[in-house]
Each structure stands twice: as structure tokens, then as C-alpha cells.
């Protein structure tokens, strides 16, 4: 039991620490965020408080700073919801006799996009396995250059050369096939 409470006490110190490093930057964040001092003294201290009660779950694979600014950004957002008033869409087309205008493609549009989506998987497929991955990493998954270099074991020189000649040659296989792919659009 004596072990448990040592162990609390040292945890708490070391949140305090921590903490006090901090402070200031916490206040800054509250401040930007809501706008008013009085605001943003009371998110920065809901900040500490959420901060404290979970410190037992804080992973130490992340700086201290950026997991309690996190959890400032999420106090004032939680604040700026409570504060604003929520209105549906729908009241407000009663309340002022006004349609949103569909702003949706039009048909040809639709149509139009279909064919450069077609034409994109066609000029996916003539490009060389190893460009073909590249693009489909970088550009389709979303992946960083970084996690692309760790995915495939490759040097991040190498994965950005090569996202630039695999981009390169799609976008003059694309330019070949069709005026949807003009040098202005690719």
C-alpha cells in the first residue's frame, strides 16, 4: 500500500512539473481559441484538470506539450459548441422563406469526371509496377512521404524522386489520352 501511494506521489510531481512548464503555453492556446481572458483562464484550468485526471494514461512516446494542447484545443472546442446557439437548416429556410441552391454537379459534369476517372485507372495501369505503387501510396492513400519510405524500406530521397517521375510520366500518358487531361487540369 505504502509502494501505491509513493508511486501516486511521485506521478503527481511529476504532473506538476510538467505542468507548470506548460502553463503558459496552455493559456495562449485558451486565449487564441475563445478570444477573452476570463474564457480562457477557466479552459486552461479545465485543461489541467482533464490533463491531471488523465496522467495515468499519458504515453511518454509524446512530448508532454503536445498532448496537453491537444486536450486545451478539445476543452475550447467543447466550450465554443456549449456557447453557440444550434439552429437546423430547416428552421432557418422557415424562418427566412430561403433555398440553398443546388450546388451539386450537373449531369454533365458527373459524366465528365467518370471518363477522367476511367482514363486515370487506364494510365495507372501502363505505369511501371514500382510508379504505379509510388502513386497509389502518395496520392491515392494519402500516405507521407515519410511512412512511404518506412513502408518500402527505401531512402526518403528515393521515395520523393520517385513520386515526382511516376507523377511526370502519368501526367504524359494522361495528356496523350484525352483533352479532359490538358496541362492545366493534371
Given at each position: ?26 493559456y ?5 481559441m ?16 482533464r ?32 456557447r ?20 451539386g454537379?450537373t ?20 505505369l ?25 524500406s ?33
Amino acid at each position: 500500500m505504502s509502494i501505491r501511494l509513493f508511486s501516486k506521489k511521485r506521478e503527481t510531481e511529476q504532473f506538476e512539473r510538467l505542468a507548470g512548464e506548460s502553463e503558459r503555453q496552455v493559456y495562449a492556446v485558451c486565449f487564441h481559441m475563445m478570444g477573452s481572458r476570463e474564457d480562457a483562464q477557466d479552459c486552461a484550468q479545465e485543461t489541467m484538470l482533464r490533463a491531471y485526471k488523465a496522467f495515468g494514461s499519458f504515453r511518454r512516446d509524446a512530448s508532454f506539450s503536445t498532448w496537453i494542447t491537444r486536450i486545451a484545443i478539445n476543452v475550447c472546442t467543447d466550450a465554443l459548441r456549449k456557447r453557440r446557439p444550434v439552429s437546423s437548416l430547416d428552421a432557418m429556410r422557415e424562418e427566412t422563406n430561403f433555398d440553398l441552391p443546388d450546388t451539386g454537379p450537373t449531369a454533365y459534369a458527373q459524366l465528365e469526371q467518370k471518363e477522367r476517372l476511367r482514363l486515370l485507372r487506364e494510365g495507372l495501369m501502363e505505369l511501371p509496377e514500382d510508379m504505379r505503387q509510388i502513386i497509389v501510396l502518395r496520392d491515392m492513400r494519402g500516405m507521407s512521404y515519410d511512412e512511404i519510405a518506412e513502408g518500402l524500406s527505401l531512402p526518403l530521397g528515393t521515395v520523393k524522386s520517385r513520386v515526382n517521375r511516376a507523377r511526370e510520366k502519368l501526367s504524359a500518358i494522361l495528356q496523350k489520352s484525352s483533352e479532359l487531361f490538358s496541362s492545366h487540369s493534371v
